[in-house]
């Protein structure tokens, strides 16, 4: 019981992290199947359009 006491707040905040990254990926997923996407698909007002892999070309 002392090492739980000890260790309450790095437990909490661990906790928290989790819950957020859990969120931010449920979040993801749920945009991926509705066909939106993180890439907007404007390379040319994009300021890493260079090296995002995109080129320019959509379909």
Do not use: E, P, Q
């Amino acid at each position: 019981m002392g090492w739980l006491m000890d260790n309450l707040g790095t437990i909490f905040v661990t906790m928290v992290l989790v819950a957020i990254v859990t969120m931010i990926i449920i979040k993801l997923v749920k945009d991926r199947k509705m066909g939106r996407s993180s890439c907007g698909c404007n390379c040319g007002n994009c300021k890493g359009h260079a090296c995002c892999g995109h080129s320019g070309k959509h379909i």
